[in-house]
């Protein structure tokens, strides 16, 4: 089977949508399913022809008019914020109406999809899997950060959904901290906005994140929108203090561990350290992709049925 995966962005862009889809395709090419990885910009129709499915990471951003069947993953910014905008509800009707099938990272509410008109195929949730090669990098001396600091670790592009600026606000009084900020710079006007002496910004490459779990004594995420983000859930698999806000994508998160955004919230719950106890497992990257693959051939059976009647 040969798939086509589209997405908003990819190497050498660093970004959360990055990282998930290479770990599936990896997964994928494993299970001996032949996949070929391009942003909307590289889409071409022999692409399209060599492909026997297309698949479409995020309705929106990774949508591109296809003939081949397609199915559909939906992330936050799909289901928390463009399905509120009126500007997006065509291109969201017109990415899901016609595809084959949707996925999420987790049982979502479909109300207001539906509420704009989307007809839903039918859908599957496929959590995601975690991928940390362990890593001996020394993040402390790389940026520089005193020892006796408490290093906060905030993996998230500096952008007005992530909300870099509502950590250093919550932040801003504590002493002996550093923040570390883990992502592109997609608005320069707010990454001015958040600078500070104690805050640094950079990038690191996905070899290297175990061990920036590793030296993070705290992972926030402050996000106004989110679907199961890989820094979530690493940063649970390393079993680490982990503090969220309380958005829809993050309810996987135990309670006491998410905040309201609101000011001081976050400051108020890092007063006191919960024990570490997430529990449950998380599933391997065969076992993800198996699931990806099996929406594949359910979807190439129907339709050649389909065919066939």
């Known amino acids: 089977m040969r798939v086509l995966i589209i997405t908003p962005k990819y190497y050498p862009t660093i970004s959360g949508n990055?990282?998930?889809?290479?770990?599936?395709?990896?997964?994928?090419?494993?299970?001996?399913?032949?996949?070929?990885?391009?942003?909307?910009?590289?889409?071409?129709?022999?692409?399209?022809?060599?492909?026997?499915?297309?698949?479409?990471f995020h309705a929106t951003k990774g949508y591109v008019p296809t003939r081949k069947p397609y199915i559909v993953s939906l992330t936050g910014t799909d289901m928390n914020v463009h399905a509120f905008q009126e500007d997006k509800h065509e291109l969201l009707k017109e990415s899901i109406n016609n595809s084959q099938h949707i996925t999420t990272y987790e049982p979502r509410d479909f109300t207001q999809l539906t509420d704009i008109g989307c007809i839903l195929p039918p859908h599957t949730t496929i959590p995601k899997s975690v991928t940390l090669p362990e890593s001996t990098f020394d993040v402390r001396t790389h940026f520089n950060i005193p020892k006796e600091h408490t290093l906060f670790l905030l993996i998230a592009a500096i952008r007005e959904v992530k909300d870099p600026l509502y950590a250093v606000t919550e932040l801003e009084q504590l002493e002996n901290k550093t923040l570390l900020i883990l992502g592109e710079v997609h608005d320069e006007t707010l990454h001015q906005q958040i600078k500070r002496p104690?805050?640094?910004v950079g990038k690191l490459p996905h070899e290297h994140m175990y061990a920036a779990y590793e030296a993070a004594d705290i992972v926030l995420n402050t996000s106004d929108s989110e679907s199961c983000a890989n820094a979530v859930i690493e940063a649970m698999f390393m079993?680490?203090?982990?503090?969220?806000?309380?958005?829809?994508?993050?309810?996987?998160?135990?309670?006491?561990?998410?905040?309201?955004?609101?000011?001081?919230?976050?400051a108020k719950i890092l007063e006191t350290l919960p024990p570490i106890n997430y529990g449950g497992k998380f599933p391997t990257q065969e076992a993800e992709a198996r699931a990806y693959k099996k929406v594949y051939e359910h979807v190439m059976r129907s339709l050649s049925h389909s065919a066939a009647t």
Do not use: M
């Open 198 to 200: 104690w805050v640094i």
């Open 18 to 56: 990055t990282e998930s889809v290479a770990r599936i395709s990896q997964g994928l090419q494993a299970l001996g399913v032949q996949t070929t990885v391009i942003t909307p910009a590289q889409y071409t129709k022999e692409l399209e022809e060599n492909a026997d499915l297309v698949h479409i």
């Open 239 to 266: 079993e680490k203090q982990l503090f969220v806000a309380d958005v829809p994508g993050n309810q996987h998160v135990p309670k006491n561990r998410r905040f309201e955004k609101v000011q001081g919230a976050l």
